[in-house]
């Protein structure tokens, strides 16, 4: 396959779809190659649906309603990832209680493929954080913090890449500056790398070098600010080869992805869902020998 580009004008549906009804106008059906990414990020431990009397989230979310709309998905289209954007731990007693073994095992049984690690994923330190990783089946990815002095070195890997119908998509992560956000003494001797540069770095390899047809960044960067501190607008407008970039950490609620202008003039799609597993994000990438087209939406769960 030839190197894959976004077509100029990305069609983006921005209905909500409930879990009982999943459906979704197919952005050109004759396409040779369908992949379906899957999203969530800033789940912060919320295992169990809102109550009916909450105010703002009645009886939405839930990992056992994911559960159900990420199998109907994979049942549409067996060609699907699904991938977390940071901040798995931290919001209710189940994190208290536990330390994060619940929300990475119902995570491994729902066959999330790659997460990056939030600023809360630290909450328990890199100690507590390493200690549940067994209960991860899933990769955990991030490029821009080094663990070399830490019990982590090792175990957070910058990219990896998986092959869905035959197409070739890297996948790496970024975190946001720790310092200000966790207390030394949780994060320790973690550095944080610039994740522009990083990002350069990695694409670089991911595209050039390993010929990957789509590249996703898991970013918990935060989606804009108003100074110039590094954001998903940041990263997308001063990199290139990023085809998508999965957001967190701002709880920036998106009904649709935003198309953003790279370095070299091509587009980028961002996307994030909110908070605490009330939408889950899907993006369709319609593949041929030259094009991509692609597809994104935000599913109420």
């Known amino acids: 396959m030839k190197r894959r580009q976004f077509i100029n004008q990305t069609v983006a549906s921005t209905a909500f779809i409930t879990a009982t009804g999943v459906s979704l106008s197919a952005c050109g059906t004759t396409r040779k190659k369908h992949i379906t990414i899957l999203h969530t990020n800033d789940v912060h431990s919320h295992i169990d649906p809102f109550p009916p009397t909450h105010s703002r989230n009645p009886n939405q979310g839930g990992v056992a309603r994911r559960a159900t709309l990420i199998e109907s998905i994979r049942k549409e289209n067996p060609h699907t990832l699904l991938l977390d954007a940071g901040d798995i731990f931290q919001g209710t007693p189940y994190f208290n209680f536990y330390g994060g073994e619940i929300e990475f095992k119902l995570m491994s049984m729902l066959k999330y493929d790659a997460a990056t690690l939030g600023n809360h994923d630290f909450d328990n330190g890199v100690d507590g954080l390493y ?155 319609y593949l041929d020998n030259t094009t991509a087209n692609s597809n994104g939406i935000s599913i109420s769960v």
């Open 131 to 285: 200690a549940q990783l067994p209960n991860a089946s899933f990769e955990i990815l991030n490029a821009n913090y080094d663990f070399s002095n830490t019990i982590m070195d090792g175990h957070a890997k910058p990219y990896t890449i998986f092959i869905k119908d035959g197409v070739k998509i890297g996948v790496f992560g970024l975190g946001v500056e720790l310092n200000g956000l966790v207390n030394k003494t949780l994060y320790k001797e973690t550095k944080y790398l610039d994740p522009v540069e990083k990002a350069q770095d990695i694409t670089s390899v991911l595209k050039e070098e390993k010929q990957c047809d789509l590249v996703i960044c898991l970013s918990h960067l935060g989606y804009k600010y108003q100074d110039d501190k590094v954001s998903d607008i940041v990263l997308a407008r001063n990199t290139q080869n990023i085809d998508l970039i999965i957001g967190g950490h701002t709880h920036t609620f998106m009904d649709k992805p935003v198309v953003e202008t790279n370095k070299q003039g091509k587009k980028v799609l961002i996307n994030q869902v909110g908070c605490y597993g009330i939408y889950l994000g899907r993006i369709d990438f």
